[in-house]
């Protein structure tokens, strides 16, 4: 492996998919077929024929080429990966069982190892913090939420990573007037319209019901072990490519049987999007990556910082504000929901 300025020179491959993010181009390929088709699963609602100058992102099966490395010590450390960084590439290292190369200056990225479960994983991952950082660039901010379309309008429910969002659209979208934006982060623009980011529904093993085989994958996981993910092919005519604004649940679990819901702040729910969208808890941005930049790039994350808090605050304007306390019974939350919006038909408008 040539770790110089030609270490992203097209090599053969038998697996490609190629996506068009909201402008952000990404072709992936490589001898890792699993992982390749994992992400072309993932991704399937954005993908695209034809692509102009993408960024490459080649998964290998095969030995990590440690040899190649250089010889100095890791500066970013994380549960996940530690890295380090030669003139424009940063190199990852996972543990010993994966090698990623990430060229700053293309945006290409190579990862080498015999596990294609973590190949999937860590270029998942990355693309992820690669489309946010894009993004956010053109002001429009991922948020860490459900959120789907009643009624011609958005219903986010933001619940923390593991609250159980996904296994709640699975049951919302049970009801025919409910369609689907993301299971975890959709996009809030400046006017604080919201935006489609249907990737696949993560639930935990067991809770897949009476969904076919054929359309979910058991995948394990760095840190947080098995999940099912069910394919975007499943839900694909349920999708609504944006909403306005309408409603937002400030959501947390209970060990009741029943579920209740009680009129939010204007406070609780602005604290609610600075943890879910302005910091971006549990959305897995890719701060690897941004610890590496230089303290004028990263005193420009200010701005970003600015920008997600203010269409955080016009999307709150523009919506109704609730607390959503989920019971144990799955079926009575989204019963419960949807009989709400129903009442209300989803309608905007501040709460007191």
């Avoid at 190369?101 to 991952?125: M, N, P, V, W």
């Avoid at 910091?279 to 004028?296: A, I, N, P, S, T």
Wanted: glycine share 8%; hydrophobic share 40%.
């Amino acid at each position: 492996m040539n770790t110089g300025s030609n270490a992203f020179e097209a090599a053969p491959s038998r697996g490609c998919a190629r996506f068009n993010v909201y402008g952000y181009q990404v072709e992936v390929r490589g001898s890792a077929a699993p992982a390749v088709d994992g992400l072309a699963a993932d991704f399937a609602y954005f993908r695209a024929e034809r692509l102009v100058s993408p960024v490459v992102l080649e998964l290998h099966h095969e030995d990590p080429p440690y040899h190649s490395t250089p010889s100095r010590p890791a500066t970013v450390y994380t549960p996940r990966n530690v890295s380090l960084r030669n003139g424009e590439l940063t190199f990852i290292d996972y543990s010993g069982l994966a090698l990623a190369i990430h060229d700053r200056k293309t945006g290409d990225f190579r990862i080498y190892s015999l596990q294609d479960e973590l190949l999937y994983e860590a270029a998942y991952l990355f693309v992820l913090s690669q489309i946010s950082e894009f993004l956010d660039a053109r002001r429009l901010h991922r948020i860490h939420a459900l959120a789907i379309s009643v009624a011609g309008r958005a219903v986010l429910v933001l619940l923390p990573m593991g609250g159980g969002k996904s296994t709640l659209a699975a049951e919302l979208l049970k009801y025919p007037e409910v369609k689907l934006l993301s299971d975890d982060s959709p996009l809030v623009d400046r006017s604080g319209r919201i935006h489609c980011f249907p990737l696949h529904l993560g639930l935990l093993p067991g809770s897949q019901g009476q969904i076919p085989e054929h359309q979910f994958r058991t995948v394990s996981r760095m840190e947080f072990g098995p999940k099912i993910l069910v394919n975007y092919e499943y839900f694909a005519d349920r999708v609504c490519p944006s909403a306005d604004p309408g409603a937002i649940f400030l959501g947390r679990r209970s060990l009741s049987r029943s579920c209740e819901i009680v009129p939010a702040s204007l406070v609780q729910a602005t604290r609610a999007m600075v943890t879910n969208c302005v910091v971006g808890l549990g959305l897995f941005q890719g701060m690897e990556f941004v610890f590496h930049r230089g303290l004028l790039e990263l005193a420009g994350k200010a701005g970003v910082a600015w920008s997600r808090l203010r269409n955080s605050l016009r999307l709150l304007r523009r919506s109704s504000r609730y607390h959503l306390i989920l019971g144990r019974d799955l079926q009575q939350n989204a019963r419960t929901l949807i009989e709400f919006l129903r009442k209300t038909n989803a309608s905007p408008g501040a709460t007191t």
